[in-house]
């Protein structure tokens, strides 16, 4: 029975062809997972490789052995694995792990493969926090002294990202206006920043400095736990918002056809940057280059499917932070360098590797 005359009736799938593209689709999956599966392994991997190495002597069996059962080892090693490298090396898995995180939804809602936790001036503002609090001890009412620097950077890089959010309202939350926003806010902060290290005396303009490189041998038991309960407070966010940001991905006109409300997914991704980034600062100083490495390694071997995506940045970002941290330790023999100069300088080859093999690839 012909319904129309001259129209061809159109055609249907074969079962078979629909069955064979969902297989092929559950094999990609499956290997997806299988990949962060073994990044997983991999973080793990470079964490207990921060905790064998130290300028102590610990042998690798007296440390795991230290974990297993503390009481096997003196007090003076139990102290140096507890006190010393333990915060150490889950302070750098926790910054990685926030940084990476941060700068994969970053990337997403500026739709810029550039862009990092830091790109919208947050790293200039924390730094102008810390500034006050070091050069005129000026500070949170009611902190106290030993954490008198740290609340200062988290408010100061907090208050920067959400007075971002407000500009951007005000003219619209598009991704060029944010980029411009971050950076007027950043050249701000960078020049109230030269005006105090100019009066800054000797003493504090030493510290300031050291602040700035970013170091991990401020990491203590307590600044893991405020690390930790942020992080988990919004990983379980991204990772339900992970199907809106993979369509943001293909454009925001795309996304919104689907009836995804882009300056509200943007927004609400802005505070976690936020929360991550002001938190991971606060702790450790500036950390650069995590940020963007590490979702842009993650992309390269999974794709960009932020189920995926952001699993994968997290533990690569933590890897990298932990490994950085096993450089800063063995590169100069008793000395621990400053882990933001160690990201640069280790992982920039290591990135630059990449991107020409990826380039390679497709020429």
Request: aromatic share 6%.
């Amino acid at each position: 029975m012909q319904a129309y005359r001259g129209i061809a009736p159109a055609p249907r799938a074969d079962n078979a062809v629909i069955q064979a593209r969902w297989a092929l689709h559950r094999r990609i999956v499956r290997r997806r997972w299988l990949i962060v599966a073994g990044l997983a392994v991999l973080t793990v991997a470079a964490g207990l490789a921060d905790l064998l190495t130290g300028p102590a002597a610990l042998r690798p069996a007296q440390v795991i052995q230290g974990l297993l059962n503390p009481d096997t080892l003196t007090v003076p090693m139990q102290v140096v694995l507890w006190q010393v490298r333990m915060p150490v090396a889950l302070m750098a898995l926790l910054v990685g792990a926030a940084l990476a995180l941060a700068g994969a939804e970053m990337q997403t809602i500026l739709n810029n493969p550039l862009a990092e936790p830091f790109t919208l001036g947050v790293s200039s503002s924390a730094a102008l926090g810390a500034a006050l609090a070091i050069v005129l001890g000026w500070g949170v009412p009611g902190t106290d002294a030993a954490w008198l620097v740290p609340a200062n950077a988290f408010v100061f890089a907090l208050a920067s990202l959400l007075l971002l959010q407000v500009m951007a309202q005000w003219r619209g939350a598009q991704a060029q206006t944010l980029v411009l926003f971050g950076i007027a806010i950043g050249f701000a902060a960078g020049a109230v920043l030269s005006l105090l290290q100019f009066i800054a005396s000797e003493d504090a303009l030493q510290q300031l400095v050291f602040w700035s490189m970013g170091s991990l041998a401020r990491a203590d038991w307590h600044s893991i736990a405020i690390l930790s309960a942020v992080l988990a407070l919004t990983a379980p966010f991204s990772w339900r918002a992970a199907r809106r940001l993979t369509a943001l991905r293909l454009g925001e006109d795309r996304a919104r056809s689907f009836g995804i409300n882009v300056p509200s997914l943007r927004r609400w991704a802005l505070v976690r940057i936020s929360l991550l980034a002001a938190t991971a600062v606060a702790f450790v100083g500036t950390v650069g280059f995590v940020g963007l490495v590490g979702p842009h390694v993650a992309r390269m071997i999974v794709g960009d499917g932020h189920r995926h995506l952001l699993p994968a940045s997290v533990l690569i970002g933590a890897a990298m932070m932990a490994l950085a941290s096993v450089a800063g330790k063995m590169l100069v023999p008793g000395v621990m360098l400053p882990i933001g100069i160690v990201t640069a300088l280790v992982g920039l080859p290591v990135f630059m590797g990449l991107m020409m093999r990826r380039r390679g690839g497709r020429t």
